[in-house]
């Protein structure tokens, strides 16, 4: 039935699964056709009934063959009712969900995350190597309710270095920064509550408080930060309970919170008695950093919160969030109660990442990637008439007002027909209000195809 070649560097039971998966989709194992015993197959091509066994299992798991207790093996059927593709249209919604999982758009100009050979896929490869070797307890257990202890102590190492100094037990590790942004959310915000954000501020953030119920308040940014002005006037005459921002390299202009803003923010917060949400999750991509919010306010008024996925790999969901020790231990809870713990395999895959000696390399090597492709970028669209509202010195996203002569009201879904994905102003503004600025991510802008497409709308 099956040909098998002990000798080639393929390992047996792949031969069995990619030789009966042939067999099927070439028709010569039809709908229901009933397969060999274990036994019986393993006789045949001289190995072990192990082999067969695993072979099998990997079959049913995958969805190609089904197994009928007491009666065997037998061929799965595949028929699939056709379903003709239908493009959602181009929203908010569209942004949060569609942009993850349609193929087509494969140029993400305006994407959130890094493409996949910009990130550490060498470190994710060895990291999981070495879970293989891993004691079982590691492999098969919940995790620590506040993450895995010794990426914690890690952490507590690595924030230090920053500036931002707080013991191990002050930090919750999440799944990813955006489970964090749903705690703060959680721990801090009621329904009716009035809530200051940035404007342009982070999309998803925006959709999470409106579905909360807050009441919304865009604080314009500016190449220092939040505007200070504006901050105050909100506060004092809609009473916030917090204050949600990026501080480094802010999602999505670039800008970055400079320390005299940083100082203003802080007494403001405590004048008007709100806390900060300091969402930092581009830290790590800064080529000269920049005093955080809560390395100045020593987690009294700040929640912090940071995220691998922008350097190592979105694919861990690993992030970690500090605050002082009652809102933490509220956060604790509302964490294992929404989901129980995180990933201890992931937590610890994270740990082997920074800790494997190649680590600070790549992030080197990455910032001074994302620095040269900020800088083409800034340069291409400025020839192209597009006005930069500033010039980042790395990290992945710029801000950029499209030209008095092009008409972008559909512009988003002309560039989706082509399989370029950009993202519009309006997707960042807390009010819901029109704008002809577009967020554009460095590493993936950096592309002729993307100036080619610009270039032809604006004639």
């Not at 039809?30 to 045949?44: F, I, K, M, N, T």
Request: net charge neutral; aromatic share 6%; hydrophobic share 45%.
């Amino acid at each position: 039935m099956l040909q098998l070649d002990p000798s080639a560097t393929s390992p047996l039971t792949e031969q069995i699964v990619q030789g009966l998966i042939g067999k099927i989709e070439r028709g010569l194992l039809g709908e229901g056709a009933r397969l060999p015993s274990v036994r019986g197959l393993a006789q045949a091509t001289g190995v072990s009934p192990f082999t067969v066994a695993e072979a099998y299992n990997r079959l049913v798991a995958g969805g190609w063959i089904t197994a009928q207790r007491a009666r065997g093996y037998f061929v799965a059927s595949r028929q699939r009712t056709p379903v003709a593709p239908v493009r959602s249209p181009v929203d908010d919604a569209w942004l949060l969900r569609s942009v993850y999982e349609d193929a087509e758009l494969e140029l993400q100009a305006g994407g959130g995350w890094l493409p996949h050979d910009w990130l550490y896929e060498d470190g994710v490869r060895a990291a999981l190597r070495n879970l293989a070797k891993a004691p079982g307890e590691l492999l098969t257990r919940y995790g620590h309710p506040q993450g895995l202890p010794t990426l914690r102590s890690h952490l507590q190492w690595r924030l230090a270095l920053r500036g931002l100094e707080a013991p191990a037990e002050r930090i919750l590790l999440t799944h990813g920064a955006s489970q964090g942004l749903d705690l703060a959310v959680r721990l801090l915000v009621k329904p009716g509550d009035t809530v200051l954000v940035d404007s342009p501020g982070y999309s998803t953030l925006i959709a999470a408080l409106r579905l909360h119920g807050a009441k919304l308040v865009g604080i314009p940014r500016t190449l220092a930060g939040p505007d200070v002005a504006a901050v105050a006037q909100a506060a004092a005459r809609h009473q916030p309970v917090a204050l949600f921002t990026n501080s480094a390299l802010h999602n999505p202009t670039g800008t970055s919170t400079t320390a005299a803003t940083a100082h203003q923010l802080l007494k403001l917060a405590d004048r008007h008695d709100f806390h900060i949400v300091e969402d930092d999750p581009f830290a790590d991509l800064q080529l000269h950093p920049s005093p955080s919010l809560s390395s100045l306010d020593g987690l009294e008024r700040v929640i912090y919160l940071g995220s691998f996925s922008k350097t190592l790999s979105p694919a861990l969901r690993v992030g970690f969030l500090l605050a002082r020790a009652d809102l933490l231990a509220r956060a604790t809870q509302l964490k294992m109660v929404a989901g129980l713990t995180g990933s201890a395999i992931m937590e610890s895959a994270t740990l082997s990442m920074l800790t494997d000696g190649h680590h600070r390399t790549h992030l080197d090597r990455l910032r001074d990637r994302l620095g040269e492709a900020q800088a083409r970028v800034c340069g291409r669209l400025a020839e192209l008439g597009w006005q930069v509202f500033h010039q980042p010195a790395g990290g992945l996203f710029l801000w950029a007002e499209a030209p008095p002569q092009m008409d972008v009201s559909r512009l988003t879904e002309a560039a989706a027909t082509v399989g370029i994905a950009l993202a519009p102003g309006r997707f960042y503004l807390p009010d819901g209000g029109s704008s002809r600025h577009f967020r554009f991510n460095a590493a993936w802008a950096d592309n002729s195809r993307l100036y080619g497409w610009l270039a032809a709308q604006s004639s």
